[in-house]
């Protein structure tokens, strides 16, 4: 479970206590018993299977995927996969790859409902790059939505993260957005429902050698 979810617990718990010592019942009480075994499970941290695979790249959320796209950005032509984080969702987010952090921004905004297209661009949100070993990038945006009015992002630019690692949350109903080379091979669609760190959103082709040294290399030895 995330730390957050002991500090809201806790203090429900402890406001239930007050209530009853006040009012001499357990009546009023329950709301904030209620409340505060919401936020326990609200909360919850479930270990995940990371996939081994070369070139994987991974959910960094647990959600719905509600827009597959191909953009242009300044780097080229990429792939944005958008998944919407429901109150009910496991809402610890979790590096998509393994490589190094190479640029995070922060940019403050609005709170609009985050299903809303518009939440992309006028929301909250924070931006991790990362490169990986092989070269490519990816990198994920989280986004706040109606309810989240905290994003939490841990690792520090430089930092080397391993695919599927624990880097943070939004609190509440959300929004990441990934982007991917646009020679990604995708593994998921539009509905289709993902588990962060375990689901497989695309797969990377592997780089070909030099045509001249593939030939030599097939040639049998004399």
């Known amino acids: 479970m995330v730390r957050d979810g002991y500090y809201y617990g806790i203090a429900l718990f402890l406001v239930a206590w007050l209530v009853h010592f006040l009012t001499g019942g357990w009546a009023w009480a329950v709301i904030p018993i209620l409340l505060a075994l919401f936020f326990l499970w609200f909360f919850r941290d479930p270990n995940r299977n990371i996939p081994l695979a070369e070139g994987v790249i991974v959910s960094p959320a647990d959600g719905k995927v509600t827009e597959v796209l191909r953009v242009t950005t300044p780097e080229g032509e990429s792939l944005r996969l958008s998944i919407f984080l429901s109150v009910f ?3 610890v987010n979790r590096s998509p790859i393994t490589g190094t952090l190479c640029d995070l921004i922060y940019k403050k905004g609005l709170y609009l409902n985050a299903m809303n297209p518009a939440s ?8 991790a790059v990362l490169m990986s070993d092989a070269g490519y990038t990816v990198a994920f945006t989280q986004i706040a939505g109606l309810l989240a009015r905290r994003i939490v992002f841990r690792p520090r630019v430089g930092e080397r993260l391993e695919r599927g690692q624990r880097i943070g949350l939004i609190k509440f109903g959300s929004r990441v957005d990934v982007f991917m080379p646009g020679s990604a091979e995708l593994h998921v669609k539009k509905g289709d429902r993902v588990k962060g760190g375990a689901s497989i959103l695309a797969t990377m082709p592997k780089v070909s050698i030099l045509p001249e040294l593939e030939e030599a290399l097939a040639e049998p030895v004399a």
């Open 120 to 127: 992309a661009e006028k929301n909250e949100q924070n931006k």
């Open 89 to 91: 969702n496991v809402h």
